[in-house]
Nanobody, 113 residues
Framework: QVQLMESGGGLVQAGGSLRLSCAAS????????MGWYRQAPGKQRERVAD???????NYADSVKGRFSISRDNAKNTIHLQMNSLKPEDTAVYYC???????WGKGTQVTVSS
């Protein structure tokens, strides 16, 4: 079973940056695809970015060119670097491992205008 814990959320002004981290338990972490999702109030959860075990990345159109997902297999951690943040990026951000359908508890990101 995989356990996930997100960190790095907070309050930032529009145009600012934040870096989210997700620490995962489990010895086969390095083989697993992982992703970031977000859910804004009153909206469905949506995929933000994902990364395969071989570090191939994919992004939602709304964050392309602004967000960057990466992984550090030695530390069982993935990161989401978020630049040029916009108020519409405000949401709870969740880490996900599709193979186990595992989710973290989320971290709040709030972008003020």
């Amino acid at each position: 079973q995989v356990q996930l814990m997100e960190s790095g959320g907070g309050l930032v002004q529009a145009g600012g940056s934040l870096r989210l981290s997700c620490a995962a338990s489990g010895s086969i972490f390095r083989l697993l695809a992982m992703g970031w999702y977000r859910q804004a109030p009153g909206k469905q959860r949506e995929r933000v970015a994902d990364i395969t075990g071989s570090s191939i990345t994919n992004y939602a159109d709304s964050v392309k060119g602004r967000f960057s997902i990466s992984r550090d297999n030695a530390k069982n951690t993935i990161h989401l670097q978020m630049n040029s943040l916009k108020p519409e990026d405000t949401a709870v951000y969740y880490c996900n491992v599709p193979y186990y359908n595992a989710w973290g508890k989320g971290t709040q990101v709030t972008v003020s205008s």
